[in-house]
Nanobody, 127 residues
Framework: QVQLVESGGGSVQAGRSLRLSCQYS????????FAWFRQAPRKKREGVAS???????KYADSVRGRFTISRNGATTILFLQMDNLNSDDSGVYYC??????????????????????WGDGTQVTVS
């Protein structure tokens, strides 16, 4: 079981930065992968960035070079640093967790279908 609570959303001007945080708690299993997703009105939820237990990260093409995902295991906080924001980045941002097996295996780390645990989301508006 994983609980996730996002914070840090808000309204910013294009070109500015914003950092999202996701406080998480787990059942002690150390193999969870985490990710950030976003959903704009009338659009599908899309994967933005993911980070696996070994630190491997993956980014959507639309945010690569502008967004950075990181995780502080000691404080159990997941971050998403978002720089050079534009209007296309607006939406509700969700953090999510997936239980990954110890042997790993192939998977789609930016697919919402892979994730079971979700936060309630935080709104980001870029104007």
């Amino acid at each position: 079981q994983v609980q996730l609570v996002e914070s840090g959303g808000g309204s910013v001007q294009a070109g500015r930065s914003l950092r999202l945080s996701c406080q998480y708690s787990t059942d002690g299993y150390t193999g969870y992968a985490f990710a950030w997703f976003r959903q704009a009105p009338r659009k599908k939820r899309e994967g933005v960035a993911s980070i696996e237990a070994d630190g491997t990260t993956k980014y959507a093409d639309s945010v690569r070079g502008r967004f950075t995902i990181s995780r502080n295991g000691a404080t159990t906080i997941l971050f998403l640093q978002m720089d050079n924001l534009n209007s296309d980045d607006s939406g509700v941002y969700y953090c999510a967790a997936a239980h990954r097996p110890p042997w790993g295996g192939s998977w789609s780390s930016l697919s919402s279908l892979e994730y079971v645990y979700w936060g309630d989301g935080t709104q980001v508006t870029v104007s």
